[in-house]
């Protein structure tokens, strides 16, 4: 889970997140503010006792109770015994379901916002072509356009550059700029543009 390791090893502010999207998440205020006062929790130790969240919030032990069920209940919250060093056991919870939900939050924005994205340009660029070729473009062509905008492999300015290149040969088609685009080896990319994108999106949520 990337959004659990930038946690565990870079300390993100995910408190931030939840308070700005605790009701895209399916959650209530009040459940929203005892998974926040797990989190805090949380960054100290993996057990917790109903009088540790009334310290953090303003709910009764009855309430707290009935919010806690309700956390496991949607996939937020789990508990599990594991064994301590001293052979006994212990009930300890995770938030590991709750990263995942926030996880696929931030990706389906950016699925939505790469949509976006790819229409504008996919656009541009069969107006671009339909230009340099001087005649409309079949619809064979019209797909192969936009499965390159579509393409997680492929970034506008990779699509874009190779169409520029192609438009000063002295003839070309949409299938030799498809070959290139599926055959260029892109060099240089030590993060991929998904994980950059999505981890970009992540920070501008905080």
Request: glycine share 4%; proline share 2%.
């Amino acid at each position: 889970m990337l959004i659990k390791q930038i946690y565990d090893e870079y300390g993100l502010p995910i408190e931030k997140i939840i308070n700005k999207e605790y009701k895209r998440l399916g959650l209530k205020l009040p459940e929203a503010m005892v998974l926040l006062a797990l989190f805090s929790i949380y960054e100290r130790r993996r057990t917790f006792t109903i009088n540790a969240i009334s310290k953090r919030v303003e709910y009764n032990r009855q309430e707290i109770g009935e919010l806690v069920s309700s956390l496991m209940e949607k996939g937020f919250l789990e508990t599990k015994f594991e064994e301590t060093k001293d052979g006994k056991e212990r009930e300890v919870f995770s938030l590991d379901k709750t990263f995942i939900k926030i996880e696929k939050l931030i990706i389906s924005d950016y699925q939505s916002n790469k949509n976006d994205e790819a229409a504008a340009h996919i656009g541009k660029t069969m107006e671009v072509l339909e230009s340099a070729l001087g005649r409309v473009l079949s619809a064979l062509e019209m797909d192969l356009i936009r499965s390159w905008y579509l393409n997680e492999e492929l970034t506008c300015e990779d699509i874009e550059l190779e169409i520029q290149k192609a438009i000063l040969k002295p003839r070309f088609s949409i299938k030799y700029i498809d070959r290139i685009l599926m055959t260029a080896k892109i060099e240089d990319r030590e993060v991929d543009p998904k994980t950059a994108t999505i981890l970009e999106s992540i920070y501008k949520k905080i």
